[in-house]
């Protein structure tokens, strides 16, 4: 199942080149690269960037996360997502991730929108911070008020794609046009055909959706 006018369009999060090219092998449509997934994912090395978007040829999506744990972020972290926002950039990145909440659980619109201005020309997704805030609905308005900021990526504010399946389609109609919705949660090769069967979105995410590429990197190296 791959991204096709008929197929919805895979995206495989990956933490290095090797499980890279073997979501690309496995017929992954995107790639979300990204660094440390035990800490949730943070933004790679500069030098593991440029050698993604070189060496991966499906359109590779780069995470930019200074650190693991919540989304509310001092200056020299800002700071520090600023600068990999520019070198991604200067290298020719085409999409990054990235989310920003403020104290009171809700999307932090001054900064999320000073760096997805900053990314442009970039495409800019709001990573799964929207399923930790106070009032999904209400954040994805926000959202879609600001300027560069393409798609949302969730898990319905729920454990698993499925589990949040009733917030997601709500989105996804709700925000037709505006947002691009990603689903997202515990979405693998193994399931993917009943996910979507009930949630008939157009793009899904997950680091095991089109097989278990740590496993096989494992398996490679072995």
Same mark, same amino acid.
């Given at each position: 199942m791959t991204g096709s006018s008929n197929s919805p369009i895979l995206e495989a999060c990956v933490e290095t080149i090797q499980q890279g090219l073997l979501a690309e092998n496995n017929h992954a449509d995107r790639i979300e690269f990204c660094y440390r997934l035990d800490h949730g994912g943070v933004t790679p090395g500069h030098d593991l960037? #440029?050698?993604?978007?070189?060496?991966?040829?499906?359109?590779?999506?780069?995470?930019? #996360?200074? #650190?693991?744990g919540d989304f509310i972020y001092s200056d020299s972290e800002v700071d520090k997502m600023k600068s990999d926002i520019r070198y991604c950039k200067s290298i020719g990145v085409e999409e990054i991730v990235l989310g920003a909440l403020?104290?009171?659980?809700?999307v932090d619109y001054k900064l999320t929108q000073m760096l997805a201005k900053l990314a442009i020309p970039m495409k800019v997704t709001f990573h799964k911070a929207i399923d930790v805030v106070n009032n999904f609905m209400s954040s994805l308005k926000t959202l879609s008020t600001m300027?560069?900021?393409?798609?949302?990526l969730t898990s319905g504010t729920k454990e698993n794609a499925l589990?949040?399946?009733? =917030?997601?389609k709500l989105a996804s109609k709700e925000f037709s046009g505006l947002l691009n919705i990603i689903a997202a949660g515990s979405i693998t090769n193994q399931n993917i055909k009943e996910?979507?069967?009930?949630?008939?979105?157009?793009?899904?995410?997950?680091?095991?959706?089109?097989?278990?590429?740590? =496993?096989?990197e494992y398996k490679k190296s072995h």
């Open positions: 960037i #440029r050698t993604a978007i070189n060496t991966i040829k499906v359109p590779v999506k780069i995470l930019i #996360r200074p #650190r693991g403020n104290k009171k659980g809700e300027e560069n900021i393409d798609s949302v589990a949040g399946k009733e =917030y997601i996910i979507h069967s009930e949630l008939n979105m157009k793009e899904y995410h997950g680091k095991k959706i089109v097989g278990d590429l740590i =496993y096989e």
